[in-house]
């Protein structure tokens, strides 16, 4: 809220607060009811009301801006409370300033929650003068340094509860009044808001949903700049690098102040906390705040060749001193002065704003906060992607984005100095000589660096030929590399971190533009000062080197380029100790280098030989990166890694993701070389060719990499360490890896030089026919003496012949071989035991078989990626057993909706809602008992899939309600989940579109899915399924299948914990899958705090899968894996195998349960307890390995209970849609027309979605006949206006909506326009908010406005007519229809396959600027029908919304019609041409309309 | 892999063999040769399974997956090297085993399964015809000495090993030639002898020395060979017969098949032998007593030294055309198997056992006495159904009991198992340190991929045994081989 003139009012703070209880929905409470994880708000001094109170405490306040007030939250207790008090005053006066008095904040502890009481600080305020010399500015930076020392001193005192000191503002402008409070509270908590006195001219309101952090009061927003939606995903490698360069930090203004700041980022505080101690100091060091903002979170300039060169410029310059902090983020920001936001490049935060014709702005992550009459409102827009909004209430005015980012390009000649400064390799001279590659020795080499048969075959040619990373099939069931007989590849022991709930993944190809690969290289300077120099850095486009490159690097001299290579090699017969010493080399020999003057450090293991073994490239790196950390000259340097090692897309990852600025992979490049010249890759490919394709597929594979964690840039990835350690030691994590976390401890140092060994002594030993050339592998394949595969041919055929002969012995010896891994450890339940009970309980008295199999499901699997035959079995198996089934992401064929004669019933109990929402209808929803949100998946946690055109045949389209031969993507993300708040609304849509079912969110394991977890459990989920990541797949990446995610092991012993400790477990049901197999798996999963368990791969074998993996490629040979006609007529797999299974598996569980003295399987949920370690494992590395992070029992009452004992509320009840239902009665039961009207507010949110599914449940997807249910609203509607609104009603709404408006459209019509009062430009006006018809399978839309981001993303068969369009508009659009009667943003149609789009260009610049080609045509309007049918819905838009913009166009017809441009998807073109006329389409010639249109609606 | 669709698109084709009435006139080999394209199409069929079940179900886990994908993509050489990484001898194995890989290809489960057979055969002829398969003498010499006893498959897979490795290795033959059973077991047309010269030249060469005529135990006394050697394998085979005890089986004209097999193959080998041991089927109404392998090997046989009539009985009932429930898949099968041999003539009875044999006044064998039984384990008789009929060569080939005894077992004093094989560690090695044993002395009656594997496996074992020993204490000097020869009287 902000009076545009900085007129303070008393009104301002009243309606900030207002604004904030308006979205108490967004929010969260904890166990509590009453406590919510935070909110707060900043406003400007109140002097009139400050003025007044200290004179009654007997102090005077001198004149506004000449003192500054401090809110500061102190221990309770009276001492420890008087002794920080005394800090503080001590510090004020010890840097000049003199503290004029305290006043004690009355607040009134019975307004909040109990939680939220216990852990509440005593608040007071401190009053601080300025001395008169000193300038305003001068005395906030004195402040600043004032609350750092005393922070820092009271930290690291021994005052007793020290850990409540905080001091949430201390400014002369603004104050921040915040804590552990819901939105509601914060009034009645801080009385002196209310007071009239209390004035200010801004008030920036937050309200926290914790996601990362435990909630608390001090990391409740706003903070001293900034309130944040969002996350920082790159947070861990932006707070190493702040840290890193904080040596070099100088400015005139702080002086040797500047040493007080240390450390900038202050320990324990949240990625919104980070920030803004980033913001603050470079705010502080003289860079306007919306300078600061820009730098800190840049647009995406790199990939956008329409941004002027001078923005462009300040850009770059900019990238050079500093990686962004990605996002996503929306940032309010204020000084007090100037107040504004500011949205990422991805744009997935919503901000909407309303300016009012008395100068008043209200933004908000929700339009209609407020409510402002029509009339009076001057102006509605959104935040854009990379855009900013500013009020400068001392210049009275809005400044917009242009404006700003002109003004900021213009401060320096940032153009110039880069050309002056920027270096490009294309720059650097030839150099005289090039590594070649050496066929005579390759192999040598090739084996002491680990390559096996598998790497070469499955990986590095398939790269050299498709300029891909392959994709394979089923998950991985090999040992961890800490566990693994084999020698590892240091890379192996890490896993991938990725995007779920609190950040959304990014699709690095359709939207490409905000990725970038380029990076800066050089000498990093001081970033408080702008000077030419600043830009002295090496431009690399992509982090990857050829030989030719890297000669250049060693040779530069230019400016202070100059480089060095020093040696990673050890001395192989050395060891442990060789490689100990030869890390501390290389290290000292780094540090040496960078004080004579070298900014390039090369780590290089060339020269590998009988001797000298390579130190793992990783480990060099790391070594050396934390030396010269802990030596404060780290950004002083560019490593630069030349290694023989690197060939797959994680080992590049790893490598940039602990701080390498470039690679060389000399021997993969070598490889490629040898296999073209040896004629064995396809098409006679020669060696550039091989080695372009091969850089190709990793780059690619890097951006997919860091999109799956939600990160753009390679500059923000770079040292970011987005990855968990399993099975590296804590000696070996702290030496080396410091901040990476690694729970189960396991090798060091002395693993790492034997595997080097190992290697080695392979490598060197003599090479004969009797060997292969390399190590076979088995990594991804089974071979004997290849990696241990739990899924081997003996343990496959014992399960298929258990379960088809019903012969429960030998399904016991098929488990043996699983569990008994005391040879062949593979996973970490394989360390563990059973305690002994103190009494077992005889197996009669155990459950009966029958009961347990209910809590068993099977995966998801779409009808697609496996056959009708397949899929059908298994539902119709756990529909007779009680357990559930689960439909996968491709819809379900409503046919088996029905039960059958014989009373099998095929239809999924789970239906899942996956990113694509691929036959996600109201009917589809309503035939579930379980619907579950699918955040990620085991094999690809933070990807999506494709399936290709040539696999959509009739019937996967029709339940998919796509087209035949059409191809489909599905999004990353869910575009309606970009935040916990996002999925907690998903969670409400689906509950009111079908309240009997339950509501499960589906994870993936990795470090932090416990808190996630806890806030799917505040986000009323009903169930959470933490999966594994051996977990199967009908296709993915090799990379994501082998490196992404964790055990579940690990996974649900972490969810078990957190849930426990903030007391969520008795709200959630919480389930676990991964590659359960056994009895004794699942056992383990319920003490580990399991009540449910999902099995996909076992039951798949139990049908007869062999582990072909080739679910990919079609070719399924038992008919499981394919949707060939002919290979199903293979499908041998039956009920009873199935069923067979599960009991089996309920019978192992219930030996087991009477062994350990369990009645029910509830008793023994999170009795971890009972786990113990198994004793004496003889392994050479899992000695090592320590299970207690996993076996944590955390010490709780007996009243918190382990598992869910109670429903969620999910606050149903106050739906609007009861009124509709109540008011649609007749039209339910008899198809009575009737008509309704009601007024309603941001808070009435998923309006329909109720009043559908109770028509689909009557009327299936039929509906109701058009127009039967007519509902008329006016005011601004919450959230899911018209979400999964069914056919035969049309709501029409008067004002404004928010997000998701018809999400899931299923047949309904959805009206909106602005309310008629108002004043402004329809067209030029934002109407409704982000991701509009999303997954719409049917119906129509009319808007007469502007809609924000990714309208109609997914669109899969809705009408639409829109006044404009935000960026991505008709994303992955797939079938249906849109006309854009005005302007668009960028990147129009990106992935769209199918479907047509209209837009009326009126800027001129669709098809220059706004349009992403790669998958579509752009053409005239000019057929006869085309013509015929947009001018219809223009017509029908004119006479829906009243629209000025249809009328104009419609009166101005012949002039418009040439302004209109066609948008045809490639794909969608073919088909029509092909399957419709059986004529090839030939590009350029127009498609007979009829056909289209029959298409479209047909 | 090469063609994701390959099974979709390509029938099972393998190499057939010469029509019967050539093929009967000689002793060649049977298979005709088979079109590089189509072997290369052959190999397309192949679905590179995650789970590959004919890798297992390879006694020596041959990595059929990936030279099924080398040859379609006509990567010979590496082909060659990929299936000498697992076997020795893949030109034995390629023509005469019975293929287990096959009867576990996934393929199978619904489809003919893939041609390896045919493929491992193509590969390593391919590798000899082109010079891939050369003499690959160790770089190094550890001074190590090993004995082995006995030059079948397991032996010879053992000589070869150990060899490479780098210890001298000396392999002790009591028949006139090298070979074994691959010699004189297996008859020409399954698997011409050119085949095992070819590859025991290369082993010649790469250092290995055969010594024939060296009975260990009788004409070689073991204590030499403990003296002079590191270790001993012992690798003799398990070629006690399993007899036939019913009255008449003394009769002049019944023999083990181990007694006719091996001179007809000294006939190929244009031995001339002594008529008065001859053992022909010329002109004779012969019965062959055992449905197995060794019977359709005298069947064959028999056909070519043109018999008047052959009978083939086997005690066992019939088994089913297809693969049996009892046994499914990946199991080997049991099925109906149609070799050769039975093709070229002869008629196979199933469910009949012998009861007597009669003879005319010289005591030459005339009769055999039958009597269809029941089914196993009781084989109980049939009432009426005894008959008599006519015989002039019985050959019996009914398998093997184990080792023969009363020689170098008993000398070296190991211990044996239950049943009656020497009894080993997991490394292979036997009761008395040092001395190990492999192939079907150790596992029993088996087949030659096995004898392979057994013979790889011990090489492992000794191996280890004998670098412990060196890490122990350093080599002590031996006598110079080229002495070993004297040790050995002729």
């Known amino acids: 809220m902000a009076s545009i003139r900085g007129e303070k009012s008393h009104r301002i703070i009243e309606q900030g607060i207002q604004v904030l209880i308006n979205l108490t929905h967004r929010g969260a409470c904890g166990c509590d009811p009453e406590t919510g994880d935070g909110a707060g708000l900043l406003i400007q001094i109140p002097h009139k009301f400050f003025a007044r109170e200290c004179q009654s405490l007997g102090f005077t306040l001198p004149e506004p801006g000449e003192y500054a007030v401090g809110m500061t939250f102190l221990p309770v207790e009276k001492h420890p409370r008087l002794n920080c008090e005394g800090v503080l005053e001590r510090i004020i006066r010890e840097e000049g300033l003199g503290t004029l008095g305290w006043r004690d904040t009355p607040v009134n502890g019975d307004a909040i929650g109990r939680v939220a009481r216990a852990s509440q600080p005593y608040i007071q305020q401190i009053f601080v003068a300025r001395p008169a010399e000193m300038d305003e500015d001068a005395f906030e930076r004195k402040l600043y340094v004032v609350r750092k020392r005393a922070e820092l001193e009271i930290a690291e005192s021994d005052i007793e509860d020290k850990e409540f000191f905080y001091i949430p503002s201390l400014s002369a402008r603004t104050i921040v009044y915040k804590g552990l409070l819901l939105a509601p509270q914060i009034a009645n908590f801080y009385g002196e808001l209310s007071d009239p006195h209390a004035a200010s001219a801004l008030c920036l309101v937050h309200q926290r949903f914790s996601t990362n952090t435990f909630p608390s009061w001090k990391l409740a927003h706003p903070y001293r700049y900034v309130a944040h939606n969002g996350e920082i995903n790159t947070l861990k490698g932006n707070v190493a690098w702040m840290h890193a360069r904080q040596s070099i930090l100088a400015t ?210 398939p790269m050299a030929a498709k300029g891909e990373e392959p994709v394979g099939s089923m998950g991985t069931d090999t040992p961890l590399a800490c566990l693994s007989d084999k020698p590892q590849p240091l890379f192996n022991y890490f896993k991938q971190l990725f995007a779920q709930v609190t950040n959304p993944p990014i699709d690095p190809i359709r939207e490409e533009m905000v990725m970038s690969l380029i990076s800066y290289i050089g000498t990093e300077r001081n970033i408080l000062e702008e000077t030419p120099e600043n830009c002295h850095t090496l431009k690399l486009p992509h982090p990857i080197l050829t030989n030719r490159d890297l000669e250049k690097l060693r040779r530069v001299s230019r400016g202070d380029l100059l480089a060095i290579t020093l040696p990673a090699l050890f001395n192989a017969k050395d060891g442990e100790a060789g490689l100990r010493s030869a890390l501390d080399e290389l290290s000292r020999r780094a540090s040496l280098a960078v004080k004579s003057g070298y900014s390039l450090l090369i780590l290089s293991d060339r020269g590998v030989d009988k001797n000298y073994a390579p130190i793992p490239s990783l480990l060099a790196l790391a070594a050396v990166h934390n030396l010269l950390v802990r030596e404060e000259t780290r950004t002083q340097v560019a490593l630069i890694i030349e290694s023989g090692e690197p060939r797959e897309v994680m080992h590049f990852a790893l490598l940039i993701g602990y701080g390498a600025s470039a690679i060389n992979p000399y021997l993969a490049i070598e490889t490629l070389e040898d296999l073209a010249a040896r004629g064995y890759l396809p098409g006679g490919m020669t060696p550039d060719v091989a080695v372009k394709h091969f850089t190709k597929a990793i780059n690619k594979g890097l951006l997919k990499t860091f999109s799956k964690m939600g990160i753009s840039t390679l500059q923000s990835y770079r040292g970011a360490q987005v990855f968990e350690a399993i099975g590296l030691n804590k000696d070996l994590v702290d030496a080396y890896f410091a901040g990476t976390t690694s729970r189960i401890g396991g090798v060091g140092l002395s693993v790492l030089a034997r595997e080097a060994q190992m290697k080695h002594e392979f490598a060197f030993r003599p090479v004969t026919d009797a060997d292969t050339e390399l190590a076979v592998g088995g990594g991804y394949h089974f071979r004997v003496n290849g990696e241990y595969h739990l899924l081997n041919p003996e343990t496959i055929s014992k399960l298929q012949r258990s379960v088809r002969e019903q012969n429960f012995s030998s399904f016991q010896e098929y488990a043996d071989l699983i569990d008994t891994q005391s040879r062949n450890l593979a996973t970490l339940r394989s360390l563990m035991k059973f305690k002994k009970a103190r009494k077992p309980v005889s197996i009669e008295q155990v459950e009966p078989a029958k009961e347990i199999v209910k809590r068993f499901t099977t995966g998801a699997m779409s009808f697609g990626s496996i056959s009708k035959e397949a899929h059908e079995t298994l539902a119709i198996a756990m529909n007779r057993i009680g357990g559930k089934s689960n439909t996968g992401e491709g819809g379900e064929d409503e046919e088996r909706y029905k039960k059958d004669a014989n009373g099998d019933w095929r239809r999924s109990a789970i239906k899942q809602v996956a990113s694509a929402r691929f036959g996600v209808t109201t009917n589809y929803l309503v035939n579930a008992d379980e619907l579950q949100i699918k955040m990620a998946q085991g094999a690809k946690p933070g990807e999506g899939g494709q399936l290709p055109g040539h696999k959509v045949d009739e019937v996967i389209a029709r339940i998919r309600h796509s087209i035949p031969g059409v191809g489909l993507i599905s999004p990353p993300p869910h575009h309606d989940i970009y935040s916990i708040e996002d999925l907690a609304q998903l969670i409400y ?72 400790m903030n007391d969520l477990r008795s709200r959630i049901r919480v389930q676990t899958d991964g590659k359960l197999q056994t009895g004794r798996d699942v056992v383990i999963a319920a003490l580990l705090g399991a009540e449910e368990f999902g099995f996909a791969t076992a039951p798949l074998v139990a049908m007869g899968c062999i582990m072909l993996r080739k679910c990919h490629l079609n070719t399924c040979s038992v008919g499981i894996a394919t949707q060939d006609p002919e290979l199903r007529k293979k499908f041998t797999g039956q009920t009873e195998h199935v069923i067979n299974f599960f009991f089996f598996i309920a019978e192992q569980v219930r030996q087991y349960m009477a062994e350990l003295g369990f009645r029910k399987v509830d008793d023994m949920v999170g009795r971890v307890d009972m786990l113990d370690v198994q004793p004496a494992v003889d392994h050479w590395k899992a000695q090592g390995v320590d299970l207690s992070a996993i076996l944590y029992n955390p010490p709780l009452p007996g009243r918190v209970a382990r598992h869910c004992v109670q429903a969620q509320d999910h606050g149903l009840e106050k739906a609007l849609d009861h009124e509709l239902i109540a008011g649609a009665k007749d039209a339910l039961e008899n198809r009575t027309p009737v008509e309704m009207r009601f007024s309603m507010r941001n808070v009435h949110r998923t309006v329909g979605a109720m009043l559908s599914g109770q028509i689909a449940r009557r009327y299936g997807s039929e509906g109701l006949p058009d127009d039967t249910i007519r509902i008329h609203f006016e005011g601004s509607a919450g959230q899911s206006f018209g979400a999964f609104l069914a056919k035969g009603v049309t709501m029409t709404l008067e004002g404004d909506a928010n997000d998701y408006v018809g999400k899931g459209l299923s047949g309904g019509r959805v009206v909106v326009y602005p309310p008629k009062t108002s004043r402004f430009a329809a067209e030029e006006n934002i109407l409704i908010g982000n991701v509009v018809l999303y997954g719409a399978t049917s119906g129509e839309a009319f808007f007469s406005g502007v809609a924000g981001e990714r309208f109609a993303v997914r669109n899969s068969g809705a009408t639409a007519v829109v006044e404009g369009v935000g960026d991505h508009g008709c994303e992955y659009m797939t079938n249906g229809l849109v006309v854009v009667l005005g302007s668009c943003g960028r990147n129009f149609a990106a992935g769209m396959s199918g479907g047509i789009a209209y837009v009326f260009d009126d800027r001129m610049d669709f098809t220059e600027k706004r349009c992403n080609l790669a998958s579509v045509d752009l053409e005239p309007v000019i057929e006869p029908r085309d013509v015929e049918l947009v001018r219809g819905l223009v017509e029908r838009h004119c006479k829906l919304t009243g629209s000025k913009r249809a009328k104009n166009i419609l009166d101005n017809w012949a002039e418009m019609l040439p302004r209109f441009i066609k948008i045809f998807p490639h794909e969608f073109k073919r088909v029509l041409g092909v399957s419709r006329t059986g004529q090839p389409y030939i590009p350029g010639q127009p498609i007979p309309v009829p056909e289209l249109v029959e298409a479209l609606h047909g | 892999m090469g063609k994701p669709s390959g099974f979709m698109d390509h029938a099972r084709e393998a190499a057939t063999r010469r029509p019967v009435a050539e093929r009967v006139n000689d002793w060649f080999e049977i298979y005709q040769d088979f079109p590089e394209e189509k072997l290369r199409t052959q190999g397309a069929r192949c679905m590179d399974c995650g789970v590959p079940f004919c890798h297992t179900g390879c006694p020596v886990n041959n990595l059929i997956p990936d030279w099924n994908d080398l040859v379609y993509n006509g990567r010979w050489k590496e082909a060659v090297r990929q299936l000498h990484s697992t076997n020795n001898f893949p030109e034995f194995t390629g023509r005469i085993c019975p293929a287990p890989c096959e009867s576990a290809c996934v393929l199978g489960i619904n489809e003919p399964a893939v041609t390896i057979k045919q493929i491992e055969k193509s590969i390593v002829e391919r590798g000899f015809a082109e010079g891939l398969i050369r003499p690959e003498p160790p770089k190094f010499r550890s001074g190590k000495k090993v004995a082995i006893v006995g030059s079948g498959p397991a032996g010879l897979a053992a000589a070869q090993q150990l060899n490479r490795a780098g210890h001298w ?288 496996k011990a090489a492992a074992g000794i191996n280890k045994y004998l670098t412990r020993m060196q890490e122990a204490r350093p080599a002590k000097p031996k006598a110079n081989s080229n002495v070993r020869r004297d040790l050995i009287s002729v």
């Open chain 1, 252 to 461: 005139e203004l702080f002086g040797d102040d500047i040493k007080k700041l240390f450390p900038i980022i202050e320990a324990g505080g949240s990625d919104s906390a980070n920030f803004d101690n980033a913001v603050e100091l470079l705010f502080q060091a003289g860079r306007s705040l919306p300078h600061v903002m820009a730098m800190l979170i840049p647009e995406a300039w790199a990939g956008n060749p329409h941004v002027k060169p001078e923005k462009r410029a300040f850009y770059e310059y900019h990238a050079s001193l500093m990686e962004p902090w990605d996002g996503p983020a929306a940032i309010a920001f204020t000084d007090g002065r100037v107040i504004g936001a500011t949205l990422d490049r991805n744009g997935l935060r919503p901000g909407r704003y309303v300016v009012t014709d008395d100068d008043l702005v209200v933004m908000a992550s929700e339009a209609g906060v407020l409510s402002v009459p029509p009339e009076k409102v001057k102006r509605k827009g959104r935040l854009q992607p990379g855009k900013m909004f500013l009020v400068d209430t001392v210049e009275g005015r809005i400044i917009a984005d242009k404006e700003i980012k002109k003004r900021l390009s213009e401060r320096q000649p940032y153009a110039e100095w880069l050309k002056e400064n920027q270096i490009t390799l294309d720059q650097l001279p030839e150099p005289v000589r090039v590594h070649a590659s050496d066929h005579a020795t390759i192999l040598s080499r090739q084996r002491a660096f680990g390559y096996t048969d598998e790497d070469l075959k499955m990986v590095m040619e």
């Open chain 1, 989 to 1060: 849509d689906l509950k009111n579109a079908n309240p009997q079912a339950r509501i499960s969110v589906k994870l993936v394991s990795e470090i932090g899915v416990g808190t996630v977890a806890a806030g799917v459990a505040k986000a009323h989920a009903d169930v959470v399924l933490i999966s594994g990541d051996s977990g199967g797949t009908g296709a993915s990446p090799l990379s994501s299948i082998k490196h992404a995610g964790i055990p579940w092991e690990l996974g649900l012993a972490e969810t078990q914990q957190v849930l426990l």
């Open chain 2, 169 to 456: 290795v000396t392999v002790y033959e009591k028949a006139d030639r090298i070979g074994g059973l691959l010699r004189y077991g297996i008859p020409e047309f399954k698997m011409e002898k050119r085949i095992v010269d070819r590859r025991l030249e290369q082993m010649e060469a790469e250092g290995v020395k055969f010594v024939t005529n060296a009975h260990v135990g009788h004409s070689v006394p073991v204590e030499d060979l403990q003296r002079e050697f590191d270790s001993i394998l012992l690798a003799g085979g398990a070629e006690a017969p399993r007899d036939l005890s019913v009255p008449g089986r003394e009769l002049k004209g019944i023999h083990f098949a181990m007694d006719y097999l091996p001179q007809s193959n000294k006939r190929c080998h244009g031995d001339v032998l002594d008529p008065a041991a001859d053992i022909l089927a010329t002109g004779k109404r012969v019965i062959i007593i055992g449905g197995g392998d060794t019977g359709a090997d005298c069947l064959g046989t028999v056909h070519r030294q043109r018999a008047i009539s052959v009978h083939q009985f086997e005690i066992m009932p019939m088994p089913p055309a297809d693969r049996s429930p009892s046994t499914p898949w990946p199991l080997w099968p049991m099925q109906l198997r149609i070799e050769g041999a039975h093709e070229e003539g002869g008629i196979r009875e199933w469910s009949i056992a012998t009861s007597e044999f009669t003879s005319d006044a010289k005591g030459d064998v005339k009769q055999l006495h039958g009597i269809r039984v029941g089914p196993p384990p009781k084989f109980e008789p049939l009432p009426d159904t005894e008959f008599t009929m006519d015989a002039d060569l019985v050959l019996l080939a009914m398998g093997f009991t184990g080792p023969v005894r009363n020689g170098i077992i008993e000398r070296l004093d190991v211990k044996l198992d239950q049943r009656g094989n020497v009894a080993t560690t997991a490394d292979y090695m036997s009761s008395v340190p040092g001395v190990f044993a492999a192939g079907d002395m150790r596992r029993g009656q088996s087949l030659v991929v096995w004898a392979i594997a057994e013979g790889r």
